[in-house]
């Protein structure tokens, strides 16, 4: 047994040491000569243990809370962002994130599919969100009205016009102020249809062959005419109008843009630019 007040050895049934008297500590193991009494901690190695405790516990704290706050706080989200626009075929995704801790969420955005504008005369089936095109174009159909049942648009030729309307008589006169008054004279060519309206789209042209602008008609370069009915199957009438445009240069040289035709039974048959100057008996 060491003296821990000389660091004598003694035997372990000493009491006192034999070199200095100090009383020696007691015995316990009872049969470890070689045993010692653990040296008792000194009051600054004591000190220091327990501030390191102290600090290890602080620590181990404030991770607990900080684990508690960010599992359960509750977030403060931003708006949805999306990242990527789903498409017809393929999905997208948006995301918010938290303005406390920036955690983000991801949400997926289905893909839409298509979705289809049928097919027209001109046009296949197509996707009116991503232009996807399928199939082929209807194509035009050709009615007894000389118009596509479809779209309406006029389908009269050259060849049809003599079945549809002639235009026996057309006369110009030009008043004192430029004023230009038409004189016409319609056959109803159809064999089975009332004509109820003719409504005309007309341009004129001077004597060098430049088309003439209305001098009180804000720049305009056509006038509009109508006729009202009834014009029977194969019967024919004049109509006379007053000034439907005003240019003193007028040649006496125009051009039937436009000639859209009503019938009773509620049809139309439209003649486009170039089709329409086929009326013109003298012309063709």
């Not at 009051?43 to 501030?51: D, E, H, S, V, Y």
């Not at 989200?77 to 406390?100: F, M, N, Q």
């Not at 056509?222 to 007053?242: C, D, H, I, R």
């Given at each position: 047994?060491k003296?821990?007040?000389?660091?004598?050895?003694?035997?372990?049934?000493?009491?006192?040491?034999?070199?200095?008297?100090a009383p020696l500590?007691?015995?316990?193991?009872?049969?470890?000569?070689?045993?010692?009494?653990?040296?008792e901690?000194?009051?600054?190695?004591?000190?220091?243990k327990?501030?390191?405790?102290?600090?290890l516990?602080?620590?181990?704290?404030?991770?607990?809370?900080?684990?508690c706050?960010?599992l359960?706080h509750?977030h403060?989200y931003?708006?949805?962002?999306?990242?990527?626009?789903a498409?017809?075929?393929?999905?997208g995704?948006?995301?918010?994130?938290?303005s406390?801790?920036?955690?983000?969420?991801?949400?997926?955005?289905?893909?839409?599919?298509?979705?289809?504008?049928?097919?027209?005369?001109t046009?296949?089936?197509?996707?009116?969100?991503?232009?996807?095109?399928e199939?082929?174009a209807?194509?035009?159909?050709?009615?007894?009205?000389?118009?596509?049942?479809r779209c309406?648009?006029?389908?009269?030729?050259?060849?049809d016009?003599?079945?549809?309307?002639?235009?026996?008589?057309?006369?110009?006169e030009?008043?004192?102020?430029?004023?230009?008054?038409?004189?016409?004279?319609f056959?109803?060519?159809?064999?089975t249809?009332?004509?109820?309206y003719?409504?005309?789209?007309?341009?004129?042209?001077?004597?060098?062959?430049?088309?003439l602008?209305?001098?009180?008609?804000?720049?305009?370069?056509?006038?509009?005419?109508?006729?009202t009915g009834?014009l029977?199957?194969?019967?024919?009438?004049?109509?006379?109008?007053?000034?439907?445009?005003?240019n003193?240069t007028?040649?006496h040289?125009?051009n039937?843009?436009k000639?859209?035709?009503?019938?009773?039974?509620?049809?139309t048959?439209?003649?486009?630019?170039?089709?329409?100057n086929e009326?013109?008996?003298?012309?063709?």
């Amino acid at each position: 047994m060491k003296c821990i007040n000389c660091g004598k050895d003694n035997p372990i049934e000493n009491k006192f040491c034999s070199e200095c008297g100090a009383p020696l500590p007691e015995n316990t193991t009872g049969f470890n000569d070689c045993a010692q009494p653990a040296a008792e901690s000194s009051p600054k190695r004591n000190g220091k243990k327990i501030a390191l405790r102290a600090v290890l516990i602080s620590l181990l704290a404030i991770v607990v809370i900080f684990l508690c706050w960010y599992l359960f706080h509750p977030h403060q989200y931003s708006v949805w962002t999306t990242v990527k626009e789903a498409t017809c075929t393929s999905d997208g995704y948006r995301t918010r994130t938290c303005s406390l801790c920036r955690k983000t969420e991801t949400e997926t955005l289905s893909a839409t599919g298509h979705s289809w504008k049928a097919a027209t005369c001109t046009e296949p089936k197509t996707c009116i969100r991503c232009g996807l095109k399928e199939g082929s174009a209807l194509g035009h159909s050709k009615n007894d009205s000389y118009n596509c049942s479809r779209c309406g648009l006029g389908m009269a030729t050259k060849s049809d016009v003599p079945n549809i309307l002639d235009i026996t008589r057309q006369t110009w006169e030009i008043n004192s102020v430029g004023g230009i008054e038409p004189t016409i004279t319609f056959k109803n060519k159809s064999s089975t249809k009332t004509i109820k309206y003719i409504d005309l789209t007309v341009e004129f042209f001077n004597s060098v062959g430049d088309k003439l602008t209305n001098d009180i008609g804000f720049g305009q370069t056509t006038a509009s005419m109508q006729y009202t009915g009834p014009l029977k199957p194969g019967a024919s009438e004049t109509v006379y109008w007053n000034p439907v445009f005003y240019n003193s240069t007028f040649g006496h040289t125009l051009n039937f843009k436009k000639i859209e035709i009503q019938y009773t039974d509620g049809t139309t048959t439209t003649l486009e630019d170039g089709v329409a100057n086929e009326t013109v008996v003298s012309w063709r």
